[in-house]
């Protein structure tokens, strides 16, 4: 089990603490410790209505960033030190921005607001504008489920600035490594990651970037194709033979080219889906969006 300043006895002990000032029912916490690791804090907040969070010192803007979040509402449950023992104070979190951590500690952030519902698909107002043109939430949203990643999975998304997003929600332990060859890209995807509250997603120029190195090797890739299609494929066998892929194209000729290229790589496609996605309009008039093609494929079995 790996080290932490929060052990079983001293949660147990701060839930004690807590049980005996605030009005909760113990069963419905969702408990964070966002000490050392790159745990997401404000999607945490955002999707449960009672977060206890356990933290180290050095989080100086998290308030903060939680306000910036439009998370201003929630109300903070904490004291002034390290153990669980003394007066219980509760503030708003819109009133303690100019406020950081100085020391380890627990605190419990109430939300009566939370949307608790799944955030698949989230509406492309939410994310931040820039040079990328986002792919509609409901083409997102069957993404996601081809992608059907687990909360400790790694995953490398090339291009896909709005999946990242998702993606780094939906592995809550684990990481995302968001490939953007565009300077203006990396820029958009920076915001995106502030706007969020995303602490597990790293940004990096190209698959021969030297960070790679250090991060956590991907499992899965999901890659909007474009002529470097072959070499990324490749490039990413290299860091791990038994590697999934989901790829997204528009493009006709990286379609068509698909077949040699697993052929190439030994990788066997597992589902092809063409995804076309139509609103009605304020005008009364069908809008449709671009229609994707999105193909899986794996390693194939020896």
């Known amino acids: 089990m790996p080290m932490t300043l929060f052990t079983n006895e001293v949660i147990l002990s701060w839930l004690h603490y807590f049980s005996q000032s605030v009005d909760i029912n113990l069963a419905e916490l969702k408990m964070l410790d966002i000490t050392g690791s790159n745990k997401n804090l404000i999607p945490a907040v955002m999707t449960n209505r009672a977060v206890l969070v356990f933290t180290d010192a050095g989080h100086a803007d998290i308030f903060y960033d939680m306000w910036n979040a439009e998370l201003g509402d929630c109300v903070i449950w904490y004291n002034e030190g390290s153990d669980p023992s003394g007066e219980m104070k509760h503030d708003k979190v819109a009133d303690m921005i100019n406020r950081g951590i100085n020391a380890s500690a627990a605190m419990l952030i109430m939300?009566?607001?939370?949307?608790?519902?799944?955030?698949?698909?989230?509406?492309?107002?939410?994310?931040?504008?820039?040079?990328?043109?986002?792919?509609?939430?409901?083409?997102?949203?069957?993404?996601?489920?081809?992608?059907?990643?687990?909360?400790?999975?790694?995953?490398?998304?090339?291009?896909?600035?709005?999946?990242?997003?998702?993606?780094?929600?939906?592995?809550?332990?684990?990481?995302?490594?968001?490939?953007?060859?565009?300077?203006?890209?990396?820029?958009?995807?920076?915001?995106?990651?502030?706007?969020?509250?995303?602490?597990?997603?790293?940004?990096?120029?190209?698959?021969?970037?030297?960070?790679?190195?250090?991060?956590?090797?991907?499992?899965?890739?999901?890659?909007?194709?474009?002529?470097?299609?072959?070499s990324e494929i490749k490039r990413l066998r290299l860091m791990n033979p038994a590697m999934d892929f989901v790829i997204y194209t528009l493009d006709f000729e990286i379609l068509t080219s698909l077949p040699a290229l697993f052929k190439e790589n030994d990788l066997v496609r597992t589902e092809v889906i063409h995804l076309e996605v139509s609103r009605v309009n304020s005008k009364n008039l069908v809008e449709p969006f671009p229609a994707p093609w999105i193909v899986s494929a794996k390693v194939k079995s020896q």
């Open 111 to 230: 939300n009566p607001h939370a949307a608790t519902n799944a955030q698949i698909g989230i509406e492309n107002s939410r994310f931040a504008c820039g040079s990328v043109h986002y792919v509609c939430r409901e083409g997102r949203a069957v993404i996601m489920n081809k992608l059907n990643l687990g909360d400790r999975d790694n995953i490398c998304i090339i291009s896909g600035e709005s999946i990242a997003v998702e993606a780094a929600i939906a592995v809550a332990e684990g990481a995302v490594i968001a490939v953007e060859y565009d300077p203006r890209d990396r820029d958009t995807m920076k915001e995106n990651i502030d706007k969020f509250g995303l602490n597990n997603v790293t940004i990096v120029e190209s698959l021969d970037d030297p960070l790679l190195d250090s991060l956590p090797v991907p499992n899965l890739a999901f890659i909007v194709g474009s002529p470097r299609l072959g």
